[in-house]
T-cell receptor
Framework: GAVVSQHPSWVICKSGTSVKIECRSL??????MFWYRQFPKQSLMLMAT?????????EQGVEKDKFLINHASLTLSTLTVTSAHPEDSSFYIC?????????FGPGTRLTVT | QKEVEQNSGPLSVPEGAIASLNCTYS??????FFWYRQYSGKSPELIMF????GDKEDGRFTAQLNKASQYVSLLIRDSQPSDSATYLC????????????FGKGTHLIIQP
């Protein structure tokens, strides 16, 4: 099956700083990628849809100025959490579509201190 | 608002028995239905997807869909301890590239 990678797998940052998370499709091209967030003991919540060459589409309640998404190529989407706060600590997971199936990356655990 | 409901469990099943996981969804426009398995601290991995009413079998797994009742289930036959995980039901409207709406998941425990 298709492989999606994320980097870093975990990151710790101080409150007020920004963190960038990369999502790559390794063996296929993805015009669309998705970013999800999962808090402990909660389900995955779709944050935004990332489209190559155009602006991302954010779900209701997700601040687009805080969670910057850039889909610069057919194999790379980045999520930047700006001015991170402790409440942004979560498990961030990206996914990409290949042959109508969604494949998930391994996730990035963000801890904001 | 799209909602996907699952019993959070835990659901405890003896090894070798059939585990039955259930899911209901609110949006009648939903077209595609997925079951994912998630181990603690890991991202979800796809087990099965189903688009049409009825049953779909893949090895020890059977997905069942009833669009009239807005109900989808997953049966795991000959349950193994390695099947112990959280099982997430997910749906989307099937309009090209849509993100998935997930349920909160059912925590399944297979007792040796």
């Amino acid at each position: 099956g298709a492989v999606v990678s994320q980097h870093p797998s975990w990151v710790i940052c101080k409150s007020g700083t920004s963190v960038k998370i990369e999502c790559r499709s390794l063996d296929f091209q993805a015009t669309t990628m998705f970013w999800y967030r999962q808090f402990p003991k909660q389900s995955l919540m779709l944050m935004a849809t990332s489209n190559e060459g155009s602006k991302a589409t954010y779900e209701q309640g997700v601040e687009k100025d805080k969670f910057l998404i850039n889909h610069a190529s057919l194999t790379l989407s980045t999520l930047t959490v700006t001015s991170a706060h402790p409440e942004d600590s979560s498990f961030y997971i990206c996914s990409a579509i290949s042959s109508y199936e969604q494949y998930f990356g391994p996730g990035t655990r963000l801890t904001v201190t | 608002q799209k909602e996907v409901e699952q019993n959070s469990g835990p659901l405890s099943v003896p090894e070798g028995a059939i585990a039955s996981l259930n899911c209901t969804y609110s949006d009648r426009g939903s077209q595609s239905f997925f079951w994912y398995r998630q181990y603690s601290g890991k991202s979800p991995e796809l087990i099965m997807f189903i688009y049409s009413n009825g049953d779909k079998e893949d090895g020890r797994f059977t997905a069942q869909l009833n669009k009239a009742s807005q109900y989808v289930s997953l049966l795991i036959r000959d349950s193994q301890p390695s099947d112990s995980a959280t099982y997430l039901c997910a749906v989307n409207l099937g309009r090209g590239a849509d993100g998935l709406t997930f349920g909160k998941g059912t925590h399944l425990i297979i007792q040796p």
